[in-house]
């Protein structure tokens, strides 16, 4: 059934997207779940549809699409109506802005930020963010970290690190240029070189099986001058061997491991 656009409270009055709803609300508070009172429900949801878009019209401009805004202020309006309870004494818009709002803004908290931050942190960001922007409409520079805690009442350190999340809720394509010149280099040629442990890595997982497989006299000799860092002298007072032999055997026992590693690097049934 339509509504006539007479109750409201002042803002929603001065907007014109205050139905009245009053006896609606007040039936679906009889009405058991069924047919009916989902149909009624319905209906309310369809008359405070304008309110909602209206409220969704404020984030814009924010980093998501005005539909997708739409359809979060459209489920909060869901929402609060399906909660509202007349018999409180509570006029609808009084209930449902702040339901509607929230909704919006976690939707902004919870899907939209590209590196996960924690809500602490998110709260501090805005804190500090409209901070410096009024410490810099007013003053003409960019205000530092003492002044902004001055303004907002934060330690240092929260000021510190909101702005380090000043940049976390989109993150910048690899692809993209980080200066202001169209001939500067995009960011993926900024950021380093490859990890030489990489190979490292692979190389010690190739001997791991090579080295278990070896004679129990030639491993314990590698792990001596390897991993104790035993002079040859001492592994051969040790074994009672000459430090000539020992050499000759190190020469030879590394020899082999690396064949064995060439060759298993160059037959194509090795797994890699």
């Known amino acids: 059934m339509p509504y006539a656009r007479t109750f409201s409270p002042r803002n929603a009055r001065r907007y014109g997207d205050a139905p009245d709803t009053d006896a609606a609300f007040r039936r679906l508070a009889t009405l058991a779940d069924g047919p009916e ?14 309110m909602a878009v209206r409220l969704a019209r404020r984030f814009r401009h924010r980093g998501e699409t005005f539909e997708d805004l739409e359809q979060v202020a ?23 802005i702040p339901t509607i709002l929230g909704e919006v803004k976690r939707h902004f908290r919870d899907e939209l930020w ?3 931050v924690p809500r602490r942190v998110q709260e501090l960001r805005g804190r500090v963010r409209s901070a410096g922007h009024e410490s810099s409409s ?14 907002t009442g934060l330690t240092e350190a929260e000021v510190r690190l909101g702005q380090g999340a ?28 490859l990890e030489p ?34 002079t040859q002298d001492r592994i ?37």
Not at 37 to 50: G, S, Y
Not at 75 to 86: N, Q, T
Request: glycine content about 6%; proline content about 7%.
């Open 37 to 50: 009172r989902t149909a009624l429900r319905q209906e309310v949801v369809c008359a405070w549809m304008p």
């Open 74 to 96: 459209q489920l909060g309006l869901v929402k609060a109506v399906s909660r509202f309870d007349p018999a409180l004494g509570t006029v609808f818009p009084s209930f449902a």
């Open 114 to 116: 590209d590196v996960h």
């Open 138 to 151: 007013r003053g003409g520079h960019e205000p530092s970290v003492h002044e902004i805690a001055a303004h």
């Open 166 to 193: 000043l940049q976390s809720f989109a993150a910048l394509s690899l692809d993209a240029a980080p200066g202001r010149s169209a001939d500067s280099p995009p960011l993926t040629d900024t950021l380093g070189v």
């Open 197 to 230: 442990g990489f190979d490292l890595i692979v190389d010690r997982e190739a001997l791991r099986p090579l080295l278990r497989a070896l004679p129990e006299r030639e491993r314990r000799i590698l792990y001596m001058r390897f991993f104790c860092e035993m």
């Open 236 to 272: 051969a007072l040790q074994l009672g061997l000459s430090q000539m032999h020992v050499s000759r055997l190190i020469t030879r026992i590394c020899a082999r491991l690396r064949e064995q590693v060439m060759a298993d690097s160059h037959d194509p049934g090795t797994a890699p």
